[in-house]
């Protein structure tokens, strides 16, 4: 009697499922390979004028709703997300101009997303090499970037960190500060970063801006001169365990016999850093 109790609702939701697939298919089904031709041929057209009637096609939420569940809708919805923001900020070599049609946009994604998942897990050999070609080929924005990062990327916070010294070391300055505004935003808290960013704001001799992320990071005292890069480094590690990022404590651990962490800067690290 349990068994047939716990069966007849199961049975039941695939029959409702059923029933509005087929209600679906109906009413909205039949038109999804139309509504994909006419993306194909503005994509293919790509004007200024083409691309605004797929934002406006998009921007339409009663529309949307009804296909957002098939992936070319889903994937296109995101493209044009990039696309708005690329285009609101004058990026003229834009996500629109890598594939003229859906199915193209849809294989450049998924690429995309492979080539990070690669990385991220160590799969494979040279991931980095793979991911800095793909991003030159395919002339890939920070805005796209970012997205990736909060729609594919399985451990955002790791990643965000390696892509940051990936884009550092090639000299891809755009990108690299837009990992570090990707941190700032969803894993705030990290001093180390917050220099970085004042850095590249003194760079760019943007003063009140590098002052503001100056201010962040407290003033060591004077027994604890010479210590500012263990000190960031270690709050780092701090932050990562507050975020519980895998292996971060064991990280902690070593780093502090490693080198030999003292009482004072234990303590100096505890009043100031906000770890729960």
């Not at 941190?183 to 960013?197: C, D, M, V």
């Not at 080198?259 to 303590?267: A, H, I, K, Q, Y």
């Amino acid at each position: 009697m349990a068994e047939a109790t716990e069966y007849k609702p199961t049975e039941q939701d695939a029959l409702e499922e059923e029933i509005r697939e087929r209600e679906w298919q109906e009413t909205w089904g039949k038109d999804a390979g139309l509504y994909i031709q006419k993306m194909d041929a503005l994509l293919a057209e790509g004007t200024r004028e083409t691309r605004m009637q797929l934002l406006a096609m998009f921007s339409n939420s009663d529309f949307f709703e009804h296909y957002r569940q098939v992936d070319e809708f889903a994937i296109m919805f995101v493209v044009l997300s990039i696309y708005q923001m690329e285009d609101s900020e004058g990026i003229t070599e834009t996500i629109l101009n890598q594939a003229d049609t859906v199915a193209g946009l849809m294989d450049c994604m998924f690429e995309f997303k492979m080539i990070l998942y690669r990385l991220d897990f160590a799969v494979g050999g040279e991931n980095e090499e793979e991911l800095l070609s793909f991003l030159q080929e395919h002339s890939v924005s920070p805005y796209w970037m970012k997205v990736m990062m909060t729609t594919c990327v399985m451990r955002p916070l790791s990643m965000a960190l390696k892509l940051a010294d990936i884009f550092n070391a090639a000299r891809m300055v755009q990108l690299h500060f837009s990992m570090l505004e990707f941190l700032e935003e969803y894993y705030p808290g990290s001093w180390r970063n917050a220099a970085k960013i004042a850095e590249a704001f003194h760079k760019n001799a943007q003063e009140d801006e590098e002052r503001q992320y100056r201010d962040r990071l407290p003033e060591l005292p004077e027994q604890l001169q010479g210590q500012e890069t263990v000190m960031l480094k270690l709050q780092e590690l701090l932050w990562k365990v507050q975020y519980r990022e895998m292996g971060a404590d064991r990280e902690t651990v070593f780093f502090v016999k490693e080198n030999m962490v003292s009482d004072n800067l234990w303590e100096f690290l505890m009043r100031h850093c906000e770890v729960s």
